[in-house]
């Protein structure tokens, strides 16, 4: 029976007519309700109060007076959202101070809340967003304490949660009014989320914007924040990518007037030149392109940091070592440490583009600000040092700041097999009026360090002492062979002068013809005692003595070479008690190493 009546059912049509009409029905009351509800909801949902919970929410986070522009809009699809035109944020000051304005804010709520008259407010998006952070020339900010960093042991249902907040296009921007002010900071095109449920609960922020054409991410997670925020110790993880540095924190930290951190800290950077590019906005040969990394325990007290198990690379070198650093009241801060490298090669730097682009550039004012307010003290050891040709091994120095006056002395080292002592002094009226350099070596095998600088022509070889005190008034970027003063000296026992022949010389003086000095250039002069000593000043070096005495005779020479021609104006004498009775002077001029030999006799007697 069943199945007769379902084929007269299909047969007849009959229950698709029914199925129509039930679609019809449906659709018809699903509309009638999606009218029924857009057009009664605003009617219990007042925008005046979505727009004073808003105003409050604005309030009890900024610790100021906020103003909401425009007329509220709400909406109902896909999701109950609030729409606020625009929002500014002041101080609540007699002259109000300006904290932040926001060019749009959206906001999901309940319905069910928004019906029982509670329209609390989740999800929020600020558009446009611009934080000012502001010291006035009194020194006061404008940013002042709210009222929910007292809530850290007090917090209750009723505080004003902040939720979700979605940043888009935010904008911070750091101003300094004070007198001689520090640097003005402004950070645009930030958006992100910042997720804090309550106050008890963790806070999490993920931040991105560009700055110089590159990309930066910051996160934070800190699990006590409304201890953080108000000063107290709270647990944390924070950390900053981008291509040209990344850095991270991990461990206890606080806000505090005087901001504590204990954890582990790592940064590094791939290049420091395309970071110093970066942070200037422009190219720059200053520093090598090697990268740069540090690895630490960082510790900071009320007026301290240290940094232990310190693991630095900078290039190709790296260090171990600790190092604290000290801000004293009443005193200049101060750097003391130890640190200790396996290699340190100088020759990635290009001293002469070592200079600011110009007077007013931040990374020259950073530089002049940290030799001219700190301290320091700061040993350093090294197994090798590559300075131009230069090779050093086993090297002791350290480093001394005070004031303006800035120093690196190397205690020890050893370089050609011998002992090699200097220091370094920086001028005390500013990086940029030069300084002075003294160095020492001793029992050095002078055939290395002389083919070590490349040099050519007769050239003297053996054990011996040199040492060297030059200076200058102007910066080393700027500084040539013609700006230094001072003087060398340098004494040799028991070597040769390679590339002088002594018996050909004394044929070529005979002949008394002009000649080349490499004419005789095919032997060498042995000698038991060497004594060079000159000076330098006015563009001019001084040749006041170059004695080379030996058994078979004696050389002396003297004059002085323009540093600006390099050319030579040398007089000299040579004694020959094999092959001559008296004495043979001759004058040396063209250029090293083609200098050309005029005996006496032609200057005196010319044919």
Sequence with gaps: MTRQFLQILRSSGLRSRIGRRHLVWSAAIGVGLA????????????????????ERMLDAWSGGKSRIDGEPQVRFWPEPELILPSATIETSEANPRPLAHVGRITASFSLLAALRGEPALDDIRFIDPVVTIERAADGTVNWKRPHWLSLVETTTEGDTPFGDITIENGRLRILDRTAGGGLDLDIPAISGTVKWPSFAERISAQLSTTIGGEAIDWALIC??????????????????????????????????????????????????????????????????????SIDAMVATGEKTLKLDELQLAVGGATATGVLDVAFPTSDTPRVEGTLAFDSIDLNGLNFPTVKPAEASDPLWRM???????????????????????????DVAAGVMVNGNRASLDIGDSTYANGVLSGRVVLSDKGLEHGGRLQMSLKDADFAAVLNSFGLNGPTPSGKGTLNLDLATDRAVWATSAADLSGGLTFSLANGRLSGFDANAFVDLIQRGEFFSLSQASAGSFDFQTAEIDAIFGGGVARLNRANFAGPSGSLSVTGVIPNRTGSLALAGMLENTETINQPLRFFVGGSWPNAVISPLSVLVEPQ
Excluded: C, K
């Design 35 to 54: 009218v029924a509800y857009n057009a009664a909801l605003p009617l219990v949902i007042s925008t005046s109060d979505a727009r004073a919970t808003m």
């Design 367 to 393: 530089v002049e600000n940290l030799t001219g307010a700190w301290r320091a003290d700061v040993r350093l050891s090294s197994q090798e040092v590559f300075v131009g040709p230069l090779h050093l091994t």
């Design 223 to 292: 699990d006590q924040p409304l201890a953080l925020f108000a000063g107290g110790n709270a647990s944390l993880r924070t950390s900053l990518t981008s291509t040209p540095l990344t850095f991270s924190f991990e461990g206890i930290g606080n806000f505090s007037m005087y901001p504590f951190a204990s954890g582990h800290l790592q940064a590094s950077a791939p290049s420091l030149s395309a970071l110093l590019a970066w942070y200037r906005g422009g190219s720059s040969g200053m520093l090598p392109a090697g990268a740069f």
